[in-house]
């Protein structure tokens, strides 16, 4: 079974650019889950699908970050336009129905925003 | 609200020596603890889980045990080896889904 994969691995933009990054979560996990690391600090909660519906997107930092997951499979975020401040390891998990059962996690996007 | 404290890193131990990572949390409740490791050049994996209160985790030598009392899940593992440096993290799981995740402890394991 494959496991979760995330493209690009590693993504060098400038300021003011856009960048779209994926997730394909494994086959037919329902909930798929955003995170990012800064800077070596903690892992924080980005947002969370159920198939394609946003079921808490409370920690997105603001506007500039959209996420969607077409058709309840693979999710695209997207950060438009980018700032310093987003440089980070993006993260991607996934889970089967329910919410509390083990979460997969991909190989992170490393983001530099130069 | 919820969080997680680990104790800072980097932790650096010669081969066969004994570790332990201190992780302690505040929540509501009694939340899922988690303990993730990251390998170089690799995603989080999930190392353990306990559950409830007085559960102990366990996995490739690692253990750890859900202790209310002192709302804590330390990570411990009695002889490390190289193979074991790495970024472990320790986490606790809210209501939804949400995983909450300390700062995160780098191991390294010298020969």
């Known amino acids: 079974e494959a496991g979760v994969t995330q493209f690009p691995s590693h993504s060098v933009i400038e300021k003011g650019q856009t960048v779209t990054l994926r997730c394909d979560p494994i086959?037919?996990?329902?909930?798929l889950y955003w995170y990012r690391r800064v800077m070596g600090k903690e892992i924080k909660f980005l947002l969370h699908?159920?198939?394609?519906?946003?079921?808490?997107e409370s920690g997105m930092p603001n506007n500039r970050f959209l996420a969607e997951r077409t058709g309840g499979t693979y999710s695209t975020l997207k950060v438009q336009p980018a700032e310093l401040e987003d440089s980070g390891v993006y993260f991607c998990a996934s889970s089967q129905a329910e919410p509390g059962e083990t979460q997969y996690f991909g190989p992170g996007t490393r983001l530099l925003v130069l | 609200g919820d969080s997680v404290t680990q104790m800072e890193g980097p932790v650096t131990l010669s081969e066969e020596a004994f570790l332990t990572i201190n992780c302690t949390y505040t929540?509501?409740?009694?939340?899922?603890l988690f303990w993730y490791v990251q390998y170089p050049g690799e995603g989080l994996q999930l190392l353990l889980k306990?559950?409830?209160?007085?559960d102990k985790g366990s996995n490739k030598g690692f253990e750890a045990t859900y202790r209310k009392e002192t709302t804590s899940f330390h990570l411990e593992k009695g002889s490390v080896q190289v193979s074991d440096s790495a970024v472990y993290f320790c986490a606790l799981l809210r209501w939804g889904g949400k995983l909450i995740f300390g700062q995160g402890t780098e191991l390294s394991v010298k020969p």
């Open positions: 929540a509501t409740g009694y939340p899922s």
């Open positions: 306990a559950t409830k209160a007085d």
């Open positions: 086959s037919g996990h329902d909930n």
């Open positions: 699908f159920v198939k394609e519906s946003k079921q808490d």
